[in-house]
């Protein structure tokens, strides 16, 4: 039951989430949304940690579960994409490359900062 009703809080974030999509005119996806009004909840102490956590993992573990329909997709539109192959290739690894890159500094900076706030705390 527990499992149950920590899904229905999710589902519910995942809702309003939609509904924000529906209501506002940005180009930002549902799933951003609540996934902003999740973080928004937890960090604010409105929804605890625990109420969530054990389907989070769940959902975490699963998630590779969750591209094969994508996959699959990709392959019944092999003809379509088969001329842009090379092109749509390079994009991707472009902006593989891109994104760790400057995830890496974003992650040094943060590190960085918290170092800095240690020594000035002391």
């Known amino acids: 039951m527990k499992y149950v009703k920590q899904f229905v809080i999710i589902i519910f974030i995942t809702f309003l989430g939609e509904l924000l999509h529906y209501y506002l005119p940005l180009p930002v996806p549902a799933s951003i949304y609540g996934m902003l009004l999740l973080f928004a909840a937890l960090e604010f ?3 605890r940690l625990d109420a969530v956590k054990e389907t989070g993992d769940f959902l975490i573990q699963i ?4 591209f094969i329909p994508a996959g699959v ?8 994409l088969q001329p842009v192959i090379l092109p ?3 994009i991707m690894a472009v902006s593989t490359v891109a994104v760790m890159g400057v995830s890496a500094l974003v992650t040094q900076a943060v590190i960085r900062s918290g170092k800095k ?5 002391k």
């Open 45 to 47: 102490k409105v929804i």
């Open 63 to 66: 998630m590779p579960v969750m």
């Open 73 to 80: 997709g990709i392959l019944d539109a092999w003809g379509v």
């Open 88 to 90: 749509v290739a390079v």
């Open 117 to 121: 706030k240690e020594v000035h705390t």
